[in-house]
């Protein structure tokens, strides 16, 4: 699946395959949201390509969360409608003092739940920026997504838990399985 955007900030474009083997190509300019996409697409599994320039000389936050939002339309694009998949995924990550929960519903119904890490720097990436590429993500791709820090100091390990945690879930809710059909009592999503 490829998606394009280009504003007057960014000029994205995203090669997704969701069910890859975790091969990741990232370059946006910003070292260490490129190092949260490569290790969202491989603990998902997912084969991802994001090229993206944007106006860095401002800030961080037009890239992350046009990045965001790219991926999250490549992924409704595909998700939808839902069909012969798990549907729900939870997983928990540990990097050494910190664990973070994700627990998901592809429900093409958009929400998010963030109790993650929300403030802080980690190198010149605000971390206040994980939200907003998560809340991005979740409403652009219908997600119902809960992003929860158990614990953790190191904004680096925390940070880096929530992507990882969110692929590990992703992973799961798009695991195939022929006898669930809809997964759904409505007969759609």
Known sequence: MQKYRKTKETDISLNLEIYGSGKCDISTGIGFFDHM?????????FDLTIKASGDLHVDFHHTVEDVG?????????MIYPVNNVE???EATVVMDEAAVSCALDLSN???LVYDSIDSGKVGSFDIELVNEFFQ??????????????IRGRNS???????FKSCAVALRRALAKNSRVGVPSTKGVL
Do not use: M, Q, S
């Open 37 to 45: 996409l490569e290790a969202f697409g491989k603990h998902a599994l």
């Open 136 to 149: 991005a993500l979740a409403f652009n791709a219908g997600i119902t997504l809960h992003l929860t820090k």
């Open 69 to 77: 939002i790219v991926l999250g339309l490549a992924l409704k694009e």
């Open 156 to 162: 680096h390990h925390i940070a880096e838990a929530t």
């Open 109 to 111: 119904r958009a929400y």
């Open 87 to 89: 549907r729900f995924g």
